[in-house]
């Protein structure tokens, strides 16, 4: 059997608590405030902390919680309606390296989900476009 990037972060458990460290970060910087604020926006916080370690689990080769409940793992289309600058892809990808870091993750395959997770998230960078959007829409009402 083939060991995951999942298992050879130490599993779940150890997910969980990437996933609780790097939210906490996310609250307590200040690099963190515009992604606190674009997910006060949607569902809050305490769902984006579940539907990150769902998602997560499944991106590094675990159980595929988030599409075993949404269906998909398309990230482009979880994150269409949010509108992402440059500079939130950038704090997203420092928080999370320093979560990373922090927890003591380290190792080819942590370099390697460091590298991809740069390209996913410089990928849903849209310029704020669905603000204009969102905004078009709103005022067509």
């Given amino acids: 059997m083939t060991e995951t990037v999942l298992d050879k972060m130490g599993g ?3 997910l969980k608590r990437l996933v609780e460290h790097f939210y906490d ?33 499944g991106f590094l080769g675990g159980r595929q919680h988030y599409k075993e409940r949404h269906g ?9 309606h949010i509108p992402i600058m440059a500079e939130d892809a950038e704090n997203w990808l ?19 989900l460091r590298a991809t ?9 849209n310029d704020g476009d669905v603000v204009g959007e969102h905004s078009a829409r709103l005022s067509a009402l």
């Avoid at 420092?94 to 390697?112: C, F, I, K, Q, T």
């Avoid at 997770?117 to 960078?125: M, Q």
Wanted: glycine fraction near 6%.
């Fill in 12 to 14: 779940e458990a150890a």
């Fill in 25 to 57: 970060l996310v609250e307590a910087r200040p690099e963190g405030a515009n992604i606190v604020r674009l997910h006060m926006d949607g569902h809050g916080l305490a769902a984006t902390r579940a539907e990150q370690f769902a998602f997560l689990s």
């Fill in 72 to 80: 998909h793992m398309n990230v482009k289309l979880i994150h269409e």
């Fill in 94 to 112: 420092r928080l999370m390296d320093r979560a990373l870091a922090d927890l003591g993750h380290s190792g080819a395959h942590v370099e390697r």
């Fill in 117 to 125: 997770l740069r390209r996913v998230a410089l990928a849903l960078v």
